[in-house]
């Protein structure tokens, strides 16, 4: 049954310095920006938050930028280098059609194009998608396997914290309650860029499972969809990076991921999937 909407407490902050004072003040309130997963939570009565803050109007979270020092050619070899900074509330639709991401990191596009249909991606964002904490969240394993950084803003300062460290459990992690995602950072990704979905259908579908890869001097490994939290497949990328062989490094896989049954799919489904798209990406960018 929906939630009424009477019983609900909406606070609008002109700026970033605003909405952390509200957050220090009531760290009770729960940040909404696009609402794509907020409303429907509200909607089938399944959410027990009541009290927002709304982030949307505040263009300070927003942008994607390199660290460029003056005069520095992004072509040049430095360039390449650069660090990337993504606002948290940067849309799908932005970072498809973003020339940087696409390349720097296309695999993060590749995701983003398969979040929902376009009234999603024209809502749905970025830092609301970390935030949102879901194992089933298209763009998590990209950043796990981007090693990105997450960077955390309150009244008492700004700190970042690795990607792969962010979180604690299901739908938990280190933010805290007067704390906003203000922003992603991601490295220079040297080697091939790889992702894949597997859903119901090829749109509009929560994913059964999620791969994001990067094959180059270290390779990175990661999958939603197998367990609590997004997965950093260490000891099957170690496998593989060592010359191993794709059956051991499968075997590795195993010991590593801890799918589930649910009403998408089975555990055991999602391990087969799991080792084949290893395999997959594998062949593919090893070339």
């Given at each position: ?53 709304d982030l949307w109007p505040l263009d300070e979270l ?177 496998v593989l990076a060592a010359g191993g062989s794709l ?41």
């Amino acid at each position: 049954m929906p939630v009424d909407a009477r019983a609900l407490a909406l606070q609008r902050p002109r700026s970033l310095k605003a909405a952390l004072a509200m957050l220090a003040k009531e760290p009770t309130l729960t940040p909404i920006a696009g609402c794509t997963d907020v409303m429907v939570g509200l909607h089938f009565g399944t959410s027990d938050q009541r009290q927002f803050i709304d982030l949307w109007p505040l263009d300070e979270l927003r942008g994607i930028t390199l660290d460029k020092p003056e005069g520095l050619s992004l072509r040049s070899p430095e360039g390449l280098s650069l660090r990337l900074r993504i606002g948290a509330l940067t849309t799908y639709t932005e970072i498809i059609a973003s020339p940087i991401l696409r390349k720097r990191v296309p695999m993060l596009v590749a995701a983003a194009r398969e979040v929902g249909g376009a009234q999603i991606q024209n809502r749905g964002t970025l830092g609301g998608n970390i935030a949102n904490a879901s194992p089933a969240g298209d763009t998590l394993p990209v950043l796990a396997a981007a090693d990105a950084r997450i960077v955390l803003r309150s009244t008492g300062g700004e700190r970042r914290v690795s990607f792969n460290e962010f979180y604690t459990g299901y739908r938990t992690s280190v933010r805290q309650p007067d704390e906003l995602i203000t922003a992603i950072e991601i490295p220079a990704i040297e080697g091939r860029q790889w992702w894949r979905k597997v859903g119901t259908r090829r749109a509009q579908a929560i994913s059964k499972i999620m791969i994001a890869g990067v094959n180059g001097p270290e390779v990175r490994i990661a999958f939603g969809s197998v367990g609590p939290t997004v997965l950093l497949a260490t000891k099957a990328a170690t496998v593989l990076a060592a010359g191993g062989s794709l059956a051991a490094a499968q075997a590795a896989l195993r010991e590593e991921i801890a799918p589930i049954d649910d009403i998408r799919s089975t555990g055991e489904y999602r391990a087969r999937v799991a080792a084949n798209l290893l395999a997959q990406f594998w062949k593919e960018t090893d070339e």
